[in-house]
């Protein structure tokens, strides 16, 4: 794709404290070899660390600062609102990307108008030869659980090939600008946990196909050993997990995916943190079945905006 035909690309990435980070990312997007682009970073209400180097080192990059955080959803709805591409790519901050990984997203896209999202082959930014993504199963409707095809294996070109998806990767995820003002924008309700998940959800329900692209290639800083549990993360892991049951699975199975949930999962789990002394994590678990109880007949539950 020649550089007099390529569409426009609307990058999007939040930040949230340790700018450098994301300055790390930005720098790699100089380096593209797709120029039509418009970069924007959306500070997320940045506690402790002045993102203000981001656009003194980075003037080319629409920033846009936050009086309060947003979480994911809600930072990259700003940002997609701000948005003039026909494609809008959500790319986390903790990514680095390889020269020539956007024209494959873009060309695909190009090439079949029913596509809705695509994802590249993501690897791990320190075992650069390990997978964290090429690809993911359907949901199990009890566990809200899937299955990634071929995390944490090493690449030996066994996932050179384009394959359809069940769900794009929130690390990186190209989505049309047609798509988006058809099925909407991502639930901010979410905050942190399950929002690409439910955006990807929506968008094959609309009809479209989401695809990993074999030929685009990032890398992720997040660890392997997945971060480690804290309250904050079990807390929002359960409670986005339970919500998108409540968003995206249908009667008589949602009844018995949440008594799963409630009297079995979330118990057994809550239990073990309890007897190998993290209390904390206990509570989290508590916390999140509390929000799903106060929440039961919110009419917010099933909202998400539009672009």
């Known amino acids: 794709m020649n550089a007099i035909g390529q569409p426009l690309v609307s990058i999007i990435s939040i930040n949230y404290d340790h700018p450098e980070v994301t300055c790390q990312m930005l720098e790699s997007l100089r380096k593209i070899t797709y120029k039509n682009i418009e970069i924007i970073v959306i500070d997320n209400a940045s506690p402790h660390d002045d993102p203000g180097i981001i656009p003194k080192l980075y003037p080319e990059v629409k920033f846009i600062q936050l009086n309060e955080n947003l979480g994911f959803a809600g930072g990259n709805n700003i940002g997609m609102r701000e948005a003039k591409g026909k494609y809008i790519l959500l790319l986390n901050n903790d990514t680095e990307v390889t020269p020539g990984f956007l024209e494959p997203l873009v060309e695909k896209c190009e090439n079949d108008s029913q596509i809705g999202a695509v994802s590249p082959k993501i690897k791990f930014q320190h075992s650069p030869e390990i997978l964290q993504f090429t690809?993911?199963?359907?949901?199990?409707?009890?566990?809200?659980?899937?299955?990634?095809?071929?995390?944490?294996?090493?690449?030996?070109?066994?996932?050179?090939?384009?394959?359809?998806?069940?769900?794009?990767?929130?690390?990186?995820?190209?989505?049309?600008?047609?798509?988006?003002?058809?099925?909407?924008?991502?639930?901010?309700?979410?905050?942190?946990?399950?929002?690409?998940?439910?955006?990807?959800?929506?968008?094959?329900?609309?009809?479209?196909?989401?695809?990993?692209?074999?030929?685009?290639?990032?890398?992720?800083?997040?660890?392997?050993?997945?971060?480690?549990?804290?309250?904050?993360?079990?807390?929002?892991?359960?409670?986005?997990?339970?919500?998108?049951?409540?968003?995206?699975?249908?009667?008589?199975?949602?009844?018995?995916?949440?008594?799963?949930?409630?009297?079995?999962?979330?118990?057994?789990?809550?239990?073990?943190?309890?007897?190998?002394?993290?209390?904390?994590?206990?509570?989290?678990?508590?916390?999140?079945?509390?929000?799903?109880?106060?929440?039961?007949?919110?009419?917010?539950?099933?909202?998400?905006?539009?672009?």
């Open 135 to 307: 690809g993911i199963s359907k949901i199990n409707q009890f566990t809200a659980r899937s299955k990634g095809w071929g995390f944490g294996i090493q690449d030996n070109g066994q996932f050179d090939e384009d394959t359809e998806s069940a769900y794009a990767h929130g690390a990186a995820m190209l989505v049309p600008r047609k798509v988006i003002e058809e099925v909407g924008l991502l639930a901010d309700i979410y905050f942190l946990y399950y929002e690409e998940l439910d955006w990807s959800h929506r968008i094959r329900q609309a009809g479209y196909k989401i695809y990993y692209v074999h030929n685009s290639l990032i890398y992720h800083k997040e660890s392997i050993s997945t971060g480690k549990n804290s309250p904050n993360k079990t807390y929002y892991m359960n409670r986005s997990r339970i919500l998108f049951m409540r968003r995206n699975v249908k009667q008589p199975i949602l009844s018995l995916a949440i008594i799963y949930q409630f009297f079995i999962a979330i118990p057994k789990n809550a239990l073990s943190f309890l007897f190998r002394g993290r209390a904390d994590l206990f509570l989290a678990y508590h916390k999140a079945i509390m929000w799903h109880l106060k929440h039961l007949n919110s009419k917010k539950i099933h909202y998400h905006p539009k672009l």
